[in-house]
C-alpha cells in the first residue's frame, strides 16, 4: 500500500518516520507518512499536507490503550508503567510475527 502511494504522481512526500522498525522509548510502532495531496483552487494550486498512519491490529490495539492509561495523566509509578508497557508492546509484536505464516494463507 505504501510503495502504491509513493507511486502516485500527483502526491509527494513530505515527512516519513518508520517507528515499526525503530519504535518509540514508550514501545510504540506505526509507520507515518505525510503526503502533499494537490489541492487546486480557482487561481492556485497548494499541497496540503495529509498525514497516513499504517498499522496492524496489534500495534493499533496498544496504542489505545497505551492511549487511554497514559496520556495526559499523572502517574506516581510512571518508570514501571513505561517499562511495563514498553514490554507488553514487545510481546505483542512476538504474537504477530508468530502469526503472521498463519494470516498470508
Known sequence: ML???KWQSDLIVIKEKDYINNPKASGYRSYHIVFGVPLHTLDAMEYYPVEVQFRT???DFWSSMEHRICYKKER???AELSRQM???SESLA???AELKEYIAD
Do not use: R
Request: proline share 0%; glycine share 0%.
Open 3 to 5: 510503495e502504491a502511494l
Open 57 to 59: 491490529l496489534s500495534m
Open 76 to 78: 506516581t509509578n510512571k
Open 86 to 88: 514498553q514490554m507488553l
Open 94 to 96: 512476538l504474537v504477530e
